[in-house]
């Protein structure tokens, strides 16, 4: 028997072509997105996406692969509402606050948004430049190195105890 080919993330992938275009990727994501607002997960489902599209559920199919496609696109959707702050251009602190002033918002736009990010990877490009910027204003500190700023395992002080 075959070995299955491994999935490609969303993100890297061609948006499929449906060979009627009466809908697209980012028409679908916006009304995921609106969906979720309103319904939370619990309530998502494609059948009711499809319908708040006026389209059929097997529509979405050729566009989007699965429902945790869907998913997955909303979050890196909102999490893209944050402004990119250059870790560069600013202070540290100034950096981290911001971020997490965004979030706040982001979050309370979109209360689904706690649920979800802790239950997969947010590997969209928005989240890991968002996250590229905090890790790079923190590498920036006068005085802190690399692996301070990251949780490396082979820095963890062992259990009970603390590293001298």
Not at 55 to 62: D, F, K, P, R, V
């Amino acid at each position: 028997m075959p070995r299955p080919r491994p999935r490609q993330a969303v993100w890297l992938r061609e948006a499929q072509r449906s060979s009627k275009p009466r809908l697209s990727r980012e028409r679908i994501v916006a009304a995921a997105i609106a969906l979720l607002d309103a319904e939370s997960v619990d309530g998502f489902s494609m059948r009711r996406l499809a319908a708040r599209l006026d389209a059929g559920t097997m529509s979405l199919y050729g566009y989007v692969s699965s429902k945790e496609d869907v998913i997955g696109l909303a979050l890196d959707a909102v999490t893209a509402e944050t402004e990119r702050v250059n870790p560069d251009d600013a202070h540290w602190r100034a950096v981290l606050t911001r971020q997490l002033e965004q979030t706040r918002q982001v979050v309370r736009r979109h209360p689904w948004v706690p649920v979800l990010i802790g239950t997969r990877p947010l590997l969209g490009p928005n989240p890991l430049a968002r996250s590229e910027a905090c890790y790079t204003a923190l590498v920036i500190l006068d005085g802190i190195e690399a692996h301070l700023a990251v949780d490396r395992p082979d820095q963890r002080a062992p259990r009970g105890g603390a590293r001298s």
